[in-house]
T-cell receptor
Framework: SQTIHQWPATLVQPVGSPLSLECTVE??????LYWYRQAAGRGLQLLFYSVGIGQISSEVPQNLSASRPQDRQFILSSKKLLLSDSGFYLC????????????FGQGTRLTVV | AQTVTQSQPEMSVQEAETVTLSCTYDTSESDYYLFWYKQPPSRQMILVIR??????QNATENRFSVNFQKAAKSFSLKISDSQLGDAAMYFCAYRSGDTLAGSYQLTFGKGTKLSVIP
């Protein structure tokens, strides 16, 4: 069966520090991968998506970047965190057509102080 | 661009009663899919129900059903016989059926927080 792992679960980082959040998927090949951010009281905002290794599309220009070094690995990074980067980050994947379910990781609660 | 609107930030329902969560969306596409996701306090997003826009019949999954009004661009979720475990944030989401888009990202509403009163 397919599973998705996302870590860490919580993270407190000072302003200006780097960030690396990792997401890996097991049990499937060539998934579409997504990074979403959920700010308090708001819905999920798509940050990046990837349809293949090395292919990254950015939906929102900001202080973050994403990379996909392997088929089932998706990394969210920042060189220097801002206070506004605080939020709940969710990784997701799906395969197949538009009607297929997207599966989400457990999320990372990032607090920038 | 597509938008999804959930006009009810919070709702409450008595246990065993029925509640309806509203969702409207805006799109110029004819081929698309709609979803309701549940996010309990654990924060894990779970698919509740999905609807294909080309299907006239409303989707049903056990106690969960939708009222899909394509012309009105409305997609409400009805929860029957509400249970304490139904308490969660509920998100309505849209996905384009455009296979040329290369990906199938979801556009989410801001969510409705549902409380279930014992």
């Amino acid at each position: 069966s397919q599973t998705i792992h996302q870590w860490p679960a919580t993270l407190v980082q000072p302003v200006g520090s780097p960030l690396s959040l990792e997401c890996t998927v097991e049990g499937t090949s060539n998934p579409n991968l997504y990074w979403y951010r959920q700010a308090a009281g708001r819905g999920l905002q798509l940050l990046f998506y990837s349809v293949g290794i090395g292919q990254i599309s950015s939906e929102v220009p900001q202080n973050l970047s994403a990379s996909r070094p392997q088929d089932r690995q998706f990394i969210l990074s920042s060189k220097k965190l801002l206070l506004s980067d605080s939020g709940f980050y969710l990784c997701a994947w799906n395969v197949g057509g538009a009607n297929t379910e997207a599966f989400f990781g457990q999320g990372t609660r990032l607090t920038v102080v | 661009a597509q938008t999804v609107t959930q006009s009810q930030p919070e709702m409450s329902v008595q246990e065993a009663e029925t509640v309806t969560l509203s969702c409207t969306y805006d799109t110029s596409e004819s081929d698309y899919y709609l979803f309701w996701y549940k996010q309990p306090p654990s924060r894990q997003m779970i698919l509740v129900i999905r609807q294909e826009a080309y299907k006239q019949q409303n989707a049903t999954e056990n106690r969960f059903s939708v009222n899909f009004q394509k012309a009105a661009k409305s997609f409400s979720l009805k929860i029957s016989d509400s249970q304490l475990g139904d308490a969660a944030m509920y998100f309505c989401a849209y996905r384009s059926g455009d296979t040329l888009a290369g990906s199938y990202q979801l556009t989410f509403g801001k969510g409705t927080k549902l409380s279930v009163i014992p």
